[in-house]
């Protein structure tokens, strides 16, 4: 109660400010009743799986390796060099940028790890620019891969199907973690959200689609949709970094 206020007269003005109060959520609160970045999220999956399913059921390509224990030591040969192309494409960035990047120790809940992070940023547009260029990197290869061979999955090549594995997990992956809001401060993910001052949930939407399209072009090779909706993802993220 505040000073020289009787409790009938706190209440009556307690009660007309409920009755002046706006009818929507505070942005505050928009977590809090699900109406930010879960529902935004949660409405562009369900129009996805509309979508999905009001095609026609799709002619699903065969599967041609993993049936010999050498094909998984290619297909994790193949990982490893994706995996090496997008950090081998932030280094070279870094480089190019006078970033001076350096190793320092992160972590990912309870889980520790490193990272090679730039030291030495001027703008946002070289934040972006570094934090993107692993992405790039996967597009670049990955584009390269499905258009030499957009039937990969029925050819008895385990090392490109590794690093096409590698591009599409790692994006998926790294999205989630932008829906989630979880993650070091170093990921790409957040450093993206920092560099384009958009949240972590908007980069993953970026991100996630060129490689959605590209796991469902593996699988059916004779979509005429995937390709053109993967390749306008990739040229959308390739064309900030050469804007900046």
């Known amino acids: 109660m505040r000073p020289g206020g009787t409790p009938e007269s706190i209440a009556s003005v307690t009660a007309q400010r409920e009755r002046e109060r706006p009818k929507y959520f505070p942005a505050a609160q928009y977590r809090r009743y699900g109406l930010g970045r879960s529902g935004w999220v949660s409405g562009l999956l369900s129009c996805v799986l509309v979508l999905v399913l009001a095609l026609p059921a799709p002619a699903l390509a065969r599967e041609a390796n993993f049936r010999r224990f050498t094909d998984y030591l290619w297909f994790a040969l193949g990982a490893g060099i994706g995996l090496a192309l997008h950090e081998g494409a932030h ?51 990955s584009e390269t891969i499905l258009q030499l061979d957009p039937r990969l999955r029925e050819h008895d090549r385990p090392l490109l199907k590794g690093m096409l594995a590698l591009h599409t997990l790692l994006t998926t992956g790294y999205a989630i973690t932008g829906f989630a809001g979880v993650g070091p401060l170093q990921s790409d993910v957040n450093t993206l959200a920092r560099a384009l001052a958009i949240p972590p949930w908007a980069v993953g939407l970026l991100l996630v689609s060129p490689a959605l399209c590209d796991t469902y072009r593996y699988f059916v090779p004779g979509s005429r949709w995937a390709p053109w909706v993967s390749i306008t993802g990739k040229l959308t993220l390739l064309g900030g970094v050469l804007t900046f």
């Open 91 to 141: 280094l070279l960035v870094d480089v190019a940028t006078d970033a001076k990047p350096e190793i320092m120790p992160v972590s990912l809940g309870p889980f520790p790890f490193f990272a090679i992070g730039p030291t030495n940023i001027q703008t946002q547009q070289q934040r972006y620019a570094i934090a993107m260029a692993g992405f790039v990197m996967q597009d670049l290869y």
